[in-house]
Protein backbone atom coordinates (compact mmCIF):
# COMPACT_ATOMS: atom_id res chain seq x y z
CA UNK A 1 0.00 0.00 0.00
CA UNK A 2 1.09 3.60 -0.62
CA UNK A 3 2.24 5.57 2.00
CA UNK A 4 1.21 9.64 2.59
CA UNK A 5 2.24 11.29 -0.52
CA UNK A 6 3.10 15.01 -0.65
CA UNK A 7 3.45 17.42 -3.45
CA UNK A 8 5.42 19.54 -4.55
CA UNK A 9 8.91 17.77 -2.56
CA UNK A 10 10.73 21.35 -2.94
CA UNK A 11 9.12 25.24 -3.36
CA UNK A 12 10.96 28.13 -3.53
CA UNK A 13 9.24 31.21 -3.11
CA UNK A 14 9.24 34.93 -2.40
CA UNK A 15 8.39 36.94 0.62
CA UNK A 16 5.14 38.25 0.41
CA UNK A 17 3.72 35.51 -2.03
CA UNK A 18 1.06 32.79 -1.85
CA UNK A 19 1.45 28.74 -1.19
CA UNK A 20 -0.30 25.32 -1.16
CA UNK A 21 1.32 22.39 0.03
CA UNK A 22 -0.77 19.05 -0.58
CA UNK A 23 -1.21 15.85 0.44
CA UNK A 24 -2.54 12.22 -0.04
CA UNK A 25 -3.34 10.30 3.35
CA UNK A 26 -2.62 6.63 3.41
CA UNK A 27 -5.88 4.32 2.12
CA UNK A 28 -8.27 4.34 4.88
CA UNK A 29 -7.21 7.06 7.79
CA UNK A 30 -9.76 9.84 7.64
CA UNK A 31 -7.55 12.14 9.67
CA UNK A 32 -4.80 14.56 8.48
CA UNK A 33 -2.23 16.63 10.47
CA UNK A 34 0.36 19.38 9.36
CA UNK A 35 3.19 20.34 10.85
CA UNK A 36 6.06 22.24 11.17
CA UNK A 37 10.04 21.63 11.18
CA UNK A 38 12.20 24.33 10.97
CA UNK A 39 16.02 23.17 10.59
CA UNK A 40 17.44 21.48 13.27
CA UNK A 41 14.00 21.31 15.49
CA UNK A 42 11.19 18.95 16.07
CA UNK A 43 8.15 19.07 14.39
CA UNK A 44 5.91 21.59 15.61
CA UNK A 45 1.59 21.38 15.35
CA UNK A 46 -0.34 23.43 12.80
CA UNK A 47 -3.64 21.46 12.21
CA UNK A 48 -5.28 18.60 12.47
CA UNK A 49 -8.70 17.25 10.10
CA UNK A 50 -11.03 14.69 10.29
CA UNK A 51 -14.11 14.19 8.19
CA UNK A 52 -13.04 17.14 6.68
CA UNK A 53 -13.75 19.41 9.86
CA UNK A 54 -11.01 20.96 11.96
CA UNK A 55 -10.29 19.46 15.18
CA UNK A 56 -7.09 20.87 16.13
CA UNK A 57 -4.93 24.00 15.80
CA UNK A 58 -1.37 25.50 16.82
CA UNK A 59 -0.02 28.28 18.00
CA UNK A 60 0.36 29.49 14.04
CA UNK A 61 -0.90 32.83 12.71
CA UNK A 62 -3.72 33.39 10.53
CA UNK A 63 -1.69 33.10 7.62
CA UNK A 64 -1.98 29.52 7.56
CA UNK A 65 -5.36 27.33 6.45
CA UNK A 66 -6.10 24.34 5.76
CA UNK A 67 -8.86 22.08 4.53
CA UNK A 68 -9.80 18.42 3.82
CA UNK A 69 -11.72 17.50 0.74
CA UNK A 70 -14.21 14.51 0.86
CA UNK A 71 -11.52 11.71 -0.51
CA UNK A 72 -9.49 12.65 2.85
CA UNK A 73 -6.86 14.61 0.72
CA UNK A 74 -5.40 17.81 2.33
CA UNK A 75 -3.77 21.37 1.24
CA UNK A 76 -2.04 23.59 3.82
CA UNK A 77 -2.17 26.91 2.36
CA UNK A 78 0.42 29.54 3.60
CA UNK A 79 -0.12 33.15 2.71
CA UNK A 80 2.27 36.69 2.85
CA UNK A 81 5.17 33.94 3.25
CA UNK A 82 7.92 35.54 5.45
CA UNK A 83 11.71 34.03 5.62
CA UNK A 84 10.82 32.30 8.80
CA UNK A 85 8.38 30.20 6.83
CA UNK A 86 11.07 28.32 5.08
CA UNK A 87 11.09 25.13 6.76
CA UNK A 88 10.20 21.67 6.28
CA UNK A 89 6.28 20.86 6.06
CA UNK A 90 5.20 17.37 6.96
CA UNK A 91 1.81 15.58 6.69
CA UNK A 92 0.84 13.09 8.78
CA UNK A 93 -2.17 10.73 8.57
CA UNK A 94 -3.74 8.62 10.89
CA UNK A 95 -7.20 6.06 11.30
CA UNK A 96 -9.47 8.85 13.49
CA UNK A 97 -8.53 11.86 15.29
CA UNK A 98 -7.89 11.49 18.91
CA UNK A 99 -4.75 9.33 19.96
CA UNK A 100 -4.11 6.84 17.12
CA UNK A 101 -1.10 6.87 15.51
CA UNK A 102 0.35 8.84 13.03
CA UNK A 103 2.45 8.45 9.93
CA UNK A 104 4.57 10.83 7.94
CA UNK A 105 5.01 11.54 4.53
CA UNK A 106 8.65 12.54 3.23
CA UNK A 107 7.54 16.85 3.20
CA UNK A 108 7.79 19.58 1.37
CA UNK A 109 10.44 21.53 1.99
CA UNK A 110 9.87 25.14 1.73
CA UNK A 111 12.19 27.80 0.87
CA UNK A 112 11.46 31.83 1.23
CA UNK A 113 13.78 33.95 -0.55
CA UNK B 1 1.97 22.85 29.23
CA UNK B 2 3.09 19.33 27.80
CA UNK B 3 6.47 19.18 26.50
CA UNK B 4 8.95 16.55 25.74
CA UNK B 5 12.91 16.83 26.67
CA UNK B 6 15.78 14.49 25.03
CA UNK B 7 19.18 14.34 25.68
CA UNK B 8 21.20 17.04 23.43
CA UNK B 9 23.23 15.04 20.48
CA UNK B 10 25.00 14.19 18.76
CA UNK B 11 25.26 10.89 19.95
CA UNK B 12 28.47 9.26 18.16
CA UNK B 13 29.17 5.66 18.73
CA UNK B 14 31.19 2.66 17.13
CA UNK B 15 29.25 -0.15 15.53
CA UNK B 16 28.03 -2.83 17.92
CA UNK B 17 27.87 -0.13 21.32
CA UNK B 18 25.11 -0.17 23.67
CA UNK B 19 22.77 2.78 22.88
CA UNK B 20 20.14 4.80 25.00
CA UNK B 21 18.78 7.97 24.18
CA UNK B 22 16.64 9.60 27.38
CA UNK B 23 13.63 10.95 27.14
CA UNK B 24 11.32 12.64 29.69
CA UNK B 25 7.81 13.77 29.32
CA UNK B 26 5.84 16.74 31.21
CA UNK B 27 1.87 16.01 30.87
CA UNK B 28 -1.69 16.06 32.20
CA UNK B 29 -3.33 12.68 32.06
CA UNK B 30 -1.90 9.89 30.39
CA UNK B 31 -0.37 10.26 26.86
CA UNK B 32 0.86 7.91 24.32
CA UNK B 33 4.46 8.27 23.88
CA UNK B 34 6.25 7.33 20.50
CA UNK B 35 9.69 7.44 18.86
CA UNK B 36 10.17 8.71 15.41
CA UNK B 37 13.27 8.35 13.13
CA UNK B 38 14.16 11.03 10.53
CA UNK B 39 16.89 10.12 7.78
CA UNK B 40 18.27 12.72 5.81
CA UNK B 41 16.07 14.18 3.76
CA UNK B 42 13.28 12.03 4.62
CA UNK B 43 10.15 12.37 6.64
CA UNK B 44 9.98 10.56 10.18
CA UNK B 45 9.02 7.03 10.61
CA UNK B 46 7.43 5.84 13.62
CA UNK B 47 9.74 3.36 15.26
CA UNK B 48 7.94 2.36 18.26
CA UNK B 49 5.28 3.46 20.52
CA UNK B 50 3.51 2.76 24.00
CA UNK B 51 0.25 3.69 25.58
CA UNK B 52 -0.14 2.75 29.25
CA UNK B 53 2.37 2.95 31.77
CA UNK B 54 4.97 -0.20 31.71
CA UNK B 55 4.19 -0.76 28.13
CA UNK B 56 7.22 -1.54 26.47
CA UNK B 57 7.38 -0.66 22.50
CA UNK B 58 9.75 -2.38 20.34
CA UNK B 59 10.95 -2.47 16.71
CA UNK B 60 13.89 -3.16 15.00
CA UNK B 61 16.23 -4.29 17.99
CA UNK B 62 15.00 -0.93 19.57
CA UNK B 63 12.87 -0.58 23.06
CA UNK B 64 11.23 1.54 25.06
CA UNK B 65 9.03 1.49 28.26
CA UNK B 66 6.89 3.80 29.51
CA UNK B 67 8.00 4.73 32.67
CA UNK B 68 5.03 6.88 34.89
CA UNK B 69 6.73 6.94 38.54
CA UNK B 70 9.57 9.00 36.47
CA UNK B 71 7.82 10.27 33.27
CA UNK B 72 10.36 8.63 31.19
CA UNK B 73 10.31 6.96 27.49
CA UNK B 74 14.02 5.93 27.18
CA UNK B 75 15.07 4.59 23.68
CA UNK B 76 17.49 1.59 23.79
CA UNK B 77 19.42 -1.09 21.32
CA UNK B 78 21.75 -3.46 22.60
CA UNK B 79 24.10 -3.35 19.62
CA UNK B 80 23.76 -0.66 16.69
CA UNK B 81 24.87 -0.21 13.67
CA UNK B 82 26.08 1.87 11.06
CA UNK B 83 22.52 2.13 8.82
CA UNK B 84 20.95 3.24 12.25
CA UNK B 85 22.46 6.73 12.13
CA UNK B 86 19.54 8.94 11.67
CA UNK B 87 18.05 11.71 14.09
CA UNK B 88 15.60 9.89 16.59
CA UNK B 89 12.65 12.46 18.36
CA UNK B 90 10.69 11.45 21.39
CA UNK B 91 7.27 12.65 20.95
CA UNK B 92 3.86 12.58 22.91
CA UNK B 93 0.21 12.50 21.67
CA UNK B 94 -2.01 14.31 24.23
CA UNK B 95 -4.86 13.15 25.90
CA UNK B 96 -6.88 15.82 27.13
CA UNK B 97 -7.08 18.20 24.05
CA UNK B 98 -8.64 14.69 22.61
CA UNK B 99 -6.90 16.29 19.26
CA UNK B 100 -3.98 13.75 19.21
CA UNK B 101 -1.13 16.47 17.95
CA UNK B 102 1.97 15.11 18.66
CA UNK B 103 4.20 17.08 20.76
CA UNK B 104 7.97 16.43 19.85
CA UNK B 105 11.44 16.83 21.52
CA UNK B 106 14.02 18.72 19.91
CA UNK B 107 16.16 15.50 18.67
CA UNK B 108 18.73 13.59 19.10
CA UNK B 109 21.31 12.78 16.13
CA UNK B 110 23.03 9.37 16.45
CA UNK B 111 26.00 8.52 14.75
CA UNK B 112 27.73 5.20 14.37
CA UNK B 113 31.07 4.50 12.86
CA UNK B 114 32.03 1.59 11.45
Known amino acids: DAGVTQSPTHLIKTRGQHVTLRCSPI?????VSWYQQVLGQGPQFIFQYYEKEERGRGNFPDRFSARQFPNYSSELNVNALLLGDSALYLCASSLKWGGYEQYFGPGTRLTVT | GNSVTQMEGPVTLSEEAFLTINCTYT??????LFWYVQYPGEGLQLLLK?????DKGSNKGFEATYRKETTSFHLEKGSVQVSDSAVYFCALSESSSNTGKLIFGQGTTLQVKP
Open chain 2, 50 to 54: ATKAD
Open chain 2, 27 to 32: ATGYPS
Open chain 1, 27 to 31: SGHKS
